[in-house]
């Protein structure tokens, strides 16, 4: 009897269980299926990718570009590249940070800055007031019927004017958006502002540039920037491919104070695992010798030295073959240590020849070396000509302009310049009409109401 109650208590309790536990299966399961149908629903022109010998890899993705000034707009500059279509949205009037960065300017029927004409050719502008109402629903309408949404805004600006993350994804949840900020989404630092040189100030990078005996100085270009576009390069087209396994989008963070710590590598691994502080070198190596630059009789040539054998083809090349058997210089170790007796020696006769001379007795060794080249020098190069790193396009309101040209060579794919970077607002009208199906009165009505231009 006792027995059976206790069964019986037991088959009411999991009745009761069953009863709680159902109802949220079937909440849970119809939310899925809600989403699924919502991605499956979406026009992913991702879902075909190029594939044939010649073609586009990125060729149909299409990307909103709500970047300014350089890391934001350099990785989208690499993927267009690649084939994707870029829309990059400016401000009416004003447009990007960097169109008005200058002297060097270039003239013609517009006035453009050499900074913008870097790092974004093959974009559409679309000059448009993201902060009213009518520009926010045309930026949804754009995300809808868009691969990728990349953005450079402060933390919680775009969620303000109902254009973060989680605004965008209830309009396309297929959406790969990407956020760049000088600090990350939370914490500490959050709400600043970053520029590449604070970044690079404050992840060590600053610290242990610049001559021994100087104060920190700051690297020539703003190579924290460009990490950041080629973490967030990468970490789009890895989104990208995952959103292929599961049809699903989702948001990466980029920051600059990440990628600069993050590329601090052996000597933040120095500090970590021996509590060795770095400190500046100039353009000498903490743990190789010879490795630096040394000034020639018209310049100035670098030289590296990584193994024994590279060390002795060098001492023979510059007729001083002695300082090879010399027991403080018979390995790596010891040339480290012994770097204040070796160096002046080295700098001595190195100073003796030019650049060109030496480039000629340093014709087919096994170590590496350069000369320090200025830009005129750099376009001037034939490993750099024949690279394809100097191109030249037609700008519809400047005339013929040169350009770098892409870094990356494929032998299935194209990576090339496609169209000059463009004119402020010169896209405005296509967009809106192409992709979004604007008749003229539309477009009309948004100008007269100044939301574009």
């Given at each position: 009897?006792?027995?059976r109650?206790?069964?019986?208590?037991q088959?009411?309790?999991?009745?009761?269980?069953?009863?709680?536990?159902i109802?949220?299966?079937i909440?849970?399961?119809?939310?899925?299926?809600?989403?699924?149908?919502?991605?499956?629903s979406?026009?992913?022109?991702?879902?075909?990718?190029?594939?044939?010998?010649g073609s586009?890899?990125?060729?149909?993705?299409r990307?909103?570009d709500?970047?300014?000034v350089?890391?934001g707009p350099?990785?989208?500059?690499?993927?267009?590249?690649?084939?994707?279509e870029v829309?990059k949205?400016e401000?009416?009037?004003?447009?990007?940070?960097t169109r008005?960065?200058?002297?060097?300017?270039?003239e013609?029927e517009?006035?453009e800055?050499?900074?913008?004409?870097?790092?974004?050719?093959n974009?559409?502008?679309?000059?448009?007031?993201?902060?009213?109402k009518?520009?926010?629903k045309?930026?949804?309408?754009l995300a809808?019927?868009?691969?990728?949404?990349?953005?450079?805004?402060?933390p919680?600006?775009?969620?303000?004017m109902?254009?973060?993350?989680?605004?965008?994804r209830?309009?396309?949840p297929?959406?790969?958006?990407?956020?760049?900020?000088?600090f990350g989404?939370d914490?500490?630092?959050?709400t600043?502002?970053g520029?590449?040189?604070?970044?690079a100030?404050m992840?060590?990078?600053?610290?242990?540039?610049?001559?021994?005996?100087?104060?920190?100085a700051k690297?020539g270009?703003?190579?924290?920037d460009l990490m950041?576009?080629?973490?967030?390069?990468?970490?789009?087209?890895?989104?990208?491919?995952q959103?292929e396994k599961?049809?699903?989008?989702?948001?990466?963070e980029?920051?600059?104070?990440?990628t600069?710590v993050?590329?601090m590598t052996?000597l933040?691994?120095?500090?970590l695992?021996a509590?060795?502080?770095?400190?500046?070198?100039?353009?000498?190596?903490?743990?190789?010798?010879?490795?630096?630059t040394?000034?020639?009789k018209?310049?100035?040539?670098t030289?590296g030295?990584?193994?024994?054998n590279?060390f002795?083809?060098?001492?023979q090349?510059?007729g001083?073959?002695?300082?090879v058997?010399m027991?403080?210089?018979?390995n790596n170790?010891?040339?480290?240590?012994?770097?204040?007796k070796?160096?002046?020696?080295?700098s001595?006769?190195?100073?003796?020849k030019?650049?060109?001379?030496?480039?000629?007795?340093?014709?087919?060794?096994?170590f590496?070396y350069?000369?320090?080249?200025?830009?005129?020098?750099?376009?001037?190069?034939?490993?750099?000509?024949?690279?394809?790193?100097?191109?030249?396009i037609?700008?519809?309101t400047?005339?013929?302009i040169?350009?770098?040209?892409?870094a990356?060579k494929?032998t299935?794919?194209?990576?090339?310049?496609?169209?000059?970077?463009?004119?402020?607002?010169?896209?405005?009208?296509?967009?809106l009409?192409?992709?979004l199906g604007?008749?003229?009165?539309?477009?009309?009505q948004?100008?007269?109401n100044?939301?574009i231009a």
């Open positions: 009897q006792r027995v109650q206790k069964n019986n208590a088959s009411t309790l999991n009745c009761e269980r069953k009863q709680k536990y109802p949220c299966c909440s849970q399961n119809i939310k899925m299926f809600k989403l699924i149908q919502r991605i499956n979406k026009s992913l022109v991702n879902k075909k990718y190029a594939t044939q010998a586009s890899p990125l060729e149909g993705i990307i909103l709500l970047t300014r350089l890391a350099f990785a989208t500059m690499i993927m267009s590249d690649l084939g994707a829309i949205i401000r009416p009037g004003v447009g990007d940070d008005s960065w200058g002297p060097p300017f270039i013609g517009t006035r800055s050499a900074y913008f004409l870097s790092v974004n050719r974009k559409k502008s679309l000059s448009i007031d993201i902060k009213s009518q520009g926010q045309v930026l949804h309408e809808a019927k868009c691969d990728i949404m990349i953005e450079n805004y402060v919680g600006k775009l969620d303000s109902g254009l973060g993350y989680e605004d965008i209830e309009t396309n297929a959406l790969i958006y990407c956020s760049i900020t000088g989404s914490g500490p630092y959050s600043r502002g520029y590449d040189v604070i970044a100030s992840g060590g990078l600053m610290h242990v540039t610049g001559a021994p005996d100087g104060p920190p690297v270009v703003a190579m924290t950041t576009a080629l973490y967030a390069h990468g970490a789009i087209l890895a989104a990208l491919l959103r599961t049809g699903e989008g989702q948001k990466i980029c920051n600059l104070l990440s600069q993050s590329a052996h933040a691994s120095n500090w695992n509590g060795m502080e770095s400190s500046r070198w100039g353009t000498a190596h903490a743990s190789i010798v010879p490795y630096q040394f000034a020639t018209d310049g100035y040539m030289v030295c990584g193994n024994n590279q002795a083809q060098f001492c090349r510059i001083e073959s002695d300082l058997t027991d403080e210089y018979r170790e010891n040339r480290v240590k012994n770097r204040e070796l160096l002046p020696s080295l001595a006769v190195l100073s003796t030019t650049n060109t001379e030496w480039c000629a007795l340093f014709e087919g060794v096994s590496p350069g000369p320090v080249n200025s830009m005129s020098q750099v376009f001037e190069d034939p490993q750099v000509l024949h690279n394809g790193l100097k191109k030249s037609d700008h519809s400047i005339g013929r040169e350009t770098i040209g892409p990356v494929y299935k794919a194209e990576n090339m310049i496609r169209r000059p970077p463009p004119t402020l607002g010169q896209h405005s009208e296509q967009v009409e192409e992709i604007y008749s003229k009165q539309d477009i009309e948004l100008r007269n100044k939301v």
